[in-house]
């Protein structure tokens, strides 16, 4: 990132980040100015100089604009909303976002890169009716929040509309950045989840293969969302599909899902001597049932405890020698049934013969979650089940999150088409019922409610305060069940299960900075001298009545702080106000006071391993070069 940038308190720019990684690997493709020579890469890729005139691309209309806005940076920060935060001193990484989903991936960039362990989308079906908007962040003569009202009443979107003659490219331009920049922020071994129907699923297909690589699909969960057709004219379609990658399948450990408590308690009934060791079991007829095709070395006779032959009806549903492998292993049981008759079944214990509890595979159907259970769900939370139609239930979403096979460490989970919230709510089930972790992190626009809606009428003004209105219910409610459990319940060292989330805004930087135009008639040096000049004039008094903590947040947001970091004041420092800020990757100083006293330059030297934070213009010349020379690159003066 060039100095002006940093200066102007931009995100990454990550096209500036492409180019450099490829002048840095391939210097031969760049011309003696530094600029990418394309002849030079036509060279790689078409060695022998022949125009190609066919070859395989998924192109639509605005795609290369699409992926510049991805690239592009961003001046946006995000601003802490103390009022509708819940129990944020259980928040520990938790978060709400309102506000437009391109520019918060932008904010979130430097600090949450390659950290997110599993993404969940749930973005516009486009049905011919959902609600699409423009990327229209970088306007000359009006910020973006000021145009919409974004900050305060809310945003209006357009709608996608099959008349539309771009209906097909208006939604891949939407989701194509998005999901571009969703790839940044996952962990090498991450997994994400993309939900989508009939109508743009083999497009979707199309950019994710391209984005994540098509060596990185996992496979695509068919869900089965209802029981029946409602008024279909041909076929009654009951499917909604899952879309699932990882960003490097060779980083990707095998996936099992933990075995559900619930399901053990009501299945495994069954014990035996061996269940000291191999826990208690089910159990399964070995007689094959009538859809099992006839097979003649399936049919043997099995030796019962009397003496007498055991012949199966039709067949067994094991060889004979897998049979007799079981039986020596005791996993195979005799009984005589109500009619006196011998029965032989199948013993499958919860444990195996090392008394490891055996691993449960992920199936890629799921056929026993249904949306009326999202319905049902969301109006046992908000009082009406048409305050938001259709959500996810969370049960579908801890199907999916379970896959992640993270029970104890931080790890995130993102949604940034979070809707009502049912991710948020999902995770927090999850960490109640596992013990676990999880951190989520939401993102969801502040649409504006239809006023002849339910949601509407019930107060409910953007989609975001249903998000939010929600999870907070949610919490409430786990609240109560914990206080309601029975002391007998709890093991000794046990406490209730607490958690919570913090509420953040989208919103323009805190810096007027950042509305600086650099001149393209003149250098960087130039410009540089220009933007200090603007900062002097425009800043100083301005960030003497700011909101302090809203300036550090972004400062350190933009630095590639977390936003659940601890600020603890270092006493070390006597003439300044040094902060020691931590989050779960890294830790630095950081001072903003106006001007960097003598003294604390030499307190510096005993934290000369620390990066140190503060502004540039609390730094006279001497002072820079010293610290410049006691620090090096640790040293973030902006």
């Known amino acids: 990132m060039s100095e002006l940038d940093k200066k102007m308190m931009n995100t990454p720019d990550l096209n500036e980040e492409r180019l450099e990684t490829l002048k840095r690997l391939f210097p031969d493709l760049f011309t003696i100015e530094g600029k990418l020579n394309p002849d030079e890469l036509k060279k790689i890729i078409d060695p022998d100089l022949v125009k190609e005139t066919e070859r395989f691309e998924f192109k639509w209309f605005g795609k290369s604009e699409a992926k510049r806005n991805a690239f592009t940076p961003s001046k946006a920060t995000l601003v802490y909303d103390e009022e509708r935060s819940v129990n944020t001193e259980y928040a520990d990484g938790n978060m709400i976002i309102e506000g437009e989903n391109l520019e918060t991936l932008k904010c979130l960039l430097s600090a949450y890169r390659e950290k997110v362990k599993c993404i969940y989308i749930d973005p516009p079906y486009n049905t011919g009716n959902d609600f699409i908007y423009n990327d229209n962040y970088h306007q000359d003569k009006k910020s973006y929040w000021i145009d919409n009202g974004i900050d305060k009443n809310g945003l209006k979107l357009d709608s996608n509309l099959e008349s539309d003659g771009r209906f097909h490219s208006n939604l891949l331009n939407f989701i194509f950045p998005?999901?571009?920049?969703?790839?940044?922020?996952?962990?090498?071994?991450?997994?994400?989840?993309?939900?989508?129907?009939?109508?743009?699923?083999?497009?979707?297909?199309?950019?994710?293969?391209?984005?994540?690589?098509?060596?990185?699909?996992?496979?695509?969960?068919?869900?089965?969302?209802?029981?029946?057709?409602?008024?279909?004219?041909?076929?009654?379609?009951?499917?909604?599909?899952?879309?699932?990658?990882?960003?490097?399948?060779?980083?990707?450990?095998?996936?099992?899902?933990?075995?559900?408590?619930?399901?053990?308690?009501?299945?495994?009934?069954?014990?035996?001597?061996?269940?000291?060791?191999?826990?208690?079991?089910?159990?399964?007829?070995?007689?094959?049932?009538?859809?099992?095709?006839?097979?003649?070395?399936?049919?043997?006779?099995?030796?019962?405890?009397?003496?007498?032959?055991?012949?199966?009806?039709?067949?067994?549903?094991?060889?004979?020698?897998?049979?007799n492998e079981a039986i020596v292993k005791k996993e195979i049981g005799i009984e005589k049934n109500t009619k006196g008759k011998w029965t032989v079944f199948i013993k499958q214990y919860l444990k195996d013969e090392k008394g490891n509890t055996r691993e449960t595979k992920a199936f890629s159907i799921i056929d026993d979650i249904f949306t009326q259970h999202g319905t049902k769900e969301i109006e046992s939370i908000l009082g009406n089940g048409n305050i938001f139609p259709f959500p996810k239930p969370s049960t579908f979403l801890m199907r999916l999150l379970q896959l992640s096979n993270n029970l104890n460490e931080k790890a995130i989970f993102l949604d940034f088409f979070s809707g009502s919230g049912t991710t948020a709510h999902a995770v927090m089930e999850l960490n109640k019922k596992e013990g676990s972790n999880r951190k989520f992190i939401l993102v969801q626009i502040p649409e504006l409610t239809d006023e002849k809606s339910v949601a509407y009428k019930a107060g409910y003004k953007k989609i975001s305060d249903i998000t939010i209105e929600r999870n907070k219910r949610v919490i409430q409610k786990i609240e109560k069940e914990e206080s309601e459990k029975q002391p007998s319940l709890l093991d000794s060292d046990s406490k209730p299960f607490k958690t919570g989330f913090k509420v953040y805004n989208l919103a323009k930087s805190n810096f007027p900075r950042v509305d600086f135009v650099p001149d393209p008639t003149k250098t960087e040096e130039e410009n540089i001298a220009l933007l200090n000049k603007y900062i002097d004039e425009k800043e100083t008094l301005f960030l003497a009545t700011v909101n302090d903590k809203n300036v550090f947040d972004e400062v350190l947001l933009k630095n590639g702080f977390m936003l659940n970091y601890s600020k603890d004041r270092v006493n070390d420092f006597t003439k300044n106000n040094v902060y020691q800020i931590k989050d779960d990757f890294k830790e630095c100083l950081i001072c903003m006071d106006m001007l960097i006293e003598k003294k604390t330059f030499k307190e510096l030297e005993s934290f000369k391993e620390k990066i140190f934070i503060c502004l540039e213009r609390a730094l006279d010349t001497t002072m820079k070069w010293n610290l410049k020379h006691l620090l090096g690159d640790k040293l973030i003066a902006f």
Not at 218 to 244: D, F, M, N, P, S
Not at 291 to 317: C, F, H, V
């Open 178 to 323: 998005r999901l571009l920049l969703s790839r940044q922020l996952l962990t090498d071994n991450g997994l994400l989840f993309v939900s989508i129907d009939d109508n743009e699923y083999h497009h979707l297909k199309k950019v994710c293969d391209e984005i994540y690589g098509q060596e990185n699909y996992l496979g695509t969960v068919i869900w089965k969302k209802r029981y029946q057709g409602a008024k279909e004219k041909y076929l009654v379609i009951l499917q909604e599909y899952v879309l699932v990658y990882t960003k490097n399948k060779e980083e990707l450990e095998p996936i099992y899902i933990p075995s559900d408590p619930e399901y053990i308690k009501n299945y495994y009934t069954n014990e035996d001597d061996l269940s000291k060791i191999r826990g208690p079991y089910r159990t399964q007829p070995l007689e094959a049932g009538k859809s099992m095709g006839d097979r003649e070395n399936l049919s043997y006779t099995i030796t019962a405890p009397d003496g007498s032959k055991i012949l199966p009806k039709r067949q067994w549903i094991w060889s004979e020698k897998r049979v």
